[in-house]
């Protein structure tokens, strides 16, 4: 499914694995895994996304005359909203209401996966010439957009500077914000209680303390040290986890090991177990950017109180500490995370809406959206618990 761009070609192909891993990469950068070429084969070779799953993969891929890939991005035709954590189910209602049909939609987005990063992927190139190569890009899925009929396209959790750019040829810029934790360069995890009012600091040792008097021991393991008996049980964890909560696991039991294959090192996976007889109860999943710990999937097992807390938040900052990262993201909602030393951080998203009439109502609600957004994120940044201003990172 060519589309001619100037002197460069745009195609669109169903699998990542038609797109060299190394042109992939080129393009996606070091700093942030998930637009990898790996992570995103990971989801493919699962059956994770793909056929019966309301995702499928029509990556769009800008090549030169020769042949050599200089943008893309990771794209799909979406079935429905799941998996997005940017929500759209009142468009949904509202537009077919009206009379008109939804889905099929088009999105450029990693699959369940909240995180902020590039979505407009480039190989290397001089400043102007990069945004001048994304806007090109998204004028030729904006094109395959109308040439297919859908109701609009959705470039989900990118970058400020990707949305303003998007904004610039037509999309509708929306903001949200999540929880994120930033090292300034913290000693240790004393240095940076030392920085939280009294209160809030006896109360982070309280629930670390009583997190590790239940006879669960912790281990942070990466790459190569997880083994196939860690992912089984992170595995269970998780089906768990999603049972209780929502009902329906997005990852198929493959994907987890083929991530920890693919990704190496920059897998980190820290499991609780038991001190008597070593059963693991507990498990959180991380990856490892380039100055970033992303916390991704969790789950746990048996009647143990504050292990989430634990595993998720307080050895993410522990290991971030240690190894010189200077943020964890611990993924979307969570104002509970507020207490524990997360501020509230903007997101981005920019959705491009074909038909005129319903662009001007989403628009509408996406401005009266954006003021309850900036109050909350304003009512938020007071009640950290910071000492004081200068105390923050």
């Not at 040829?169 to 903001?175: N, V």
């Not at 000693?187 to 939280?196: E, V």
């Not at 897998?267 to 109860?281: K, N, R, W």
């Amino acid at each position: 499914m060519p589309h001619a761009t100037g002197s460069l070609a745009l195609r669109f192909v169903q699998a990542i694995d038609d797109v060299p891993a190394s042109s992939w990469d080129a393009c996606a950068g070091p700093d942030n895994p998930f637009v990898s070429h790996a992570f995103l084969n990971a989801l493919e070779a699962s059956d994770s996304v793909g056929e019966g799953s309301g995702w499928a993969p029509l990556h769009a891929v800008l090549e030169d005359g020769q042949g050599r890939v200089r943008a893309c991005a990771p794209l799909y035709l979406k079935a429905h909203s799941y998996g997005e954590y940017v929500f759209d189910w009142e468009w949904a209602r509202a537009w077919e209401k009206a009379g008109g049909r939804y889905y099929p939609k088009a999105q450029v987005a990693v699959p369940f996966t909240p995180v902020t990063g590039p979505r407009l992927l480039v190989a290397p190139c001089e400043e102007g010439e990069r945004d001048a190569t994304q806007g090109l890009l998204a004028e030729g899925i904006v094109s395959l957009t109308r040439r297919l009929g859908l109701s609009g396209l959705h470039v989900t959790f990118c970058s400020e500077a990707e949305a303003r750019l998007l904004e610039s040829q037509g999309f509708l810029a929306r903001q949200g914000f999540q929880y994120h934790w930033d090292n300034p360069g913290y000693r240790d995890f004393d240095d940076f209680l030392a920085t939280l009012t009294s209160r809030r600091r006896k109360a982070i040792r309280k629930e670390r303390e009583r997190a590790n008097a239940q006879g669960v021991r912790f281990v942070t393991l990466r790459g190569a040290a997880i083994e196939p008996r860690h992912w089984a049980a992170f595995d269970r964890f998780y089906r768990d986890t999603v049972d209780r909560k929502w009902g329906g696991a997005y990852l198929t039991e493959d994907f987890f090991p083929r991530l920890g294959q693919a990704l190496g090192d920059q897998v980190v996976l820290i499991m609780g177990e038991e001190e008597d007889g070593g059963a693991l109860v507990c498990g959180a999943l991380n990856l490892v950017g380039g100055t970033t710990l992303f916390g991704r999937t969790w789950g746990a097992a048996g009647p143990y109180r504050f292990l989430h807390f634990e595993a998720c938040y307080y050895r993410a900052m522990d290991y971030a500490i240690a190894h010189g990262l200077t943020r964890v993201e611990a993924g979307a909602q969570g104002e509970h995370k507020l207490s524990r030393g997360y501020r509230p951080q903007p997101t981005w998203s920019a959705h491009w809406i074909a038909d005129r009439a319903f662009r001007a109502a989403v628009a509408d609600a996406l401005s009266r959206e954006r003021i309850h957004v900036a109050q909350a994120m304003a009512q938020l940044a007071e009640a950290t618990p910071f000492r004081c201003e200068e105390s923050l990172p």
